[in-house]
């Protein structure tokens, strides 16, 4: 049971970048998939990183108030793979992303937005 999640890097402010999350191991298209992030010093504990959005199985999305409009979730239950779409994004983006289920947590990407 493995989530493998990529796609962060260096991104100016006003950028957008896709993150990807891989899984494998388990019947991915049954499990609601979940976003999270973590900010650079908050912290190593799980409770520490701030929820995203959750997709169900039938592509239905749920979103962080503060993420709306911005963020975009997506999955393809053909590649076992969720996705993050993030725009306009700020300093304050600056984080660690993973992706999760009830079943596990993936190792994260890091996404810097600086000029």
């Known amino acids: 049971v493995q989530l493998q999640a990529s796609g962060g890097g260096l991104v100016q402010p006003g950028g957008s970048l896709r993150l990807a999350c891989t899984a494998s191991?388990?019947?991915?298209?049954?499990?609601?998939m979940s976003w999270f992030r973590q900010a650079p010093g908050t912290g190593r504990e799980w409770q520490g990183r701030d929820w995203i959005s959750t997709i169900n199985p039938d592509g239905s999305a749920i979103y962080e108030e503060a993420m709306k409009g911005r963020f975009t979730i997506s999955r393809d239950n053909a590649k076992n793979t969720v996705y993050l779409q993030m725009d306009s994004l700020t300093p304050d983006d600056t984080a660690v992303y993973y992706c999760?289920?009830?079943?596990?947590r993936g190792q994260g990407t890091l996404v810097t937005v600086s000029s």
């Open positions: 191991g388990f019947a991915f298209e049954v499990y609601p």
């Open positions: 999760a289920c009830s079943l596990t």
